[in-house]
């Protein structure tokens, strides 16, 4: 048997703690004149709408939302809607630098 440290199991895809966040993923994915992240705060219930567009097509699309208490969680929650509609469109995830781990 191969030696081997820690107890990795592949087959359930739980992001560690230092992994990038969805919004860092996205950048990764497109350009930055390929999308558009709108963000506004609702006056009435305080929260943060976050809208994520491709600007890809002739009419820009929304791909992703995401609505929080928090600014940045819902930008995040925009961001992963958007990889996720991405990757069902065939679109290729880029793999997170990973220096400890070379081939």
Do not use: F
């Not at 048997?1 to 993923?25: F, H, I, L």
């Not at 004149?33 to 705060?41: F, G, I, K, P, T």
């Not at 929304?62 to 969680?73: D, T």
């Amino acid at each position: 048997m191969a030696s081997q440290t820690g107890n990795e199991d592949t087959s359930t895809q739980q992001p560690s703690p230092d992994s990038e966040v969805p919004t860092q993923t996205l950048s990764r994915m497109l350009e930055p004149h390929q999308y558009r992240m709108d963000v506004e705060q609702d006056t009435d219930d305080k929260q943060w709408r976050a809208k994520c567009y491709s600007l890809l097509l002739p009419q820009q699309v929304e791909i992703g939302s995401g609505v929080n208490q928090k600014k940045q969680l819902a930008k995040e929650e925009a961001a992963q809607e958007a990889i996720e509609t991405l990757c069902s469109y065939g679109w290729k995830l880029p793999s997170p630098p990973n220096p400890g781990n070379r081939r």
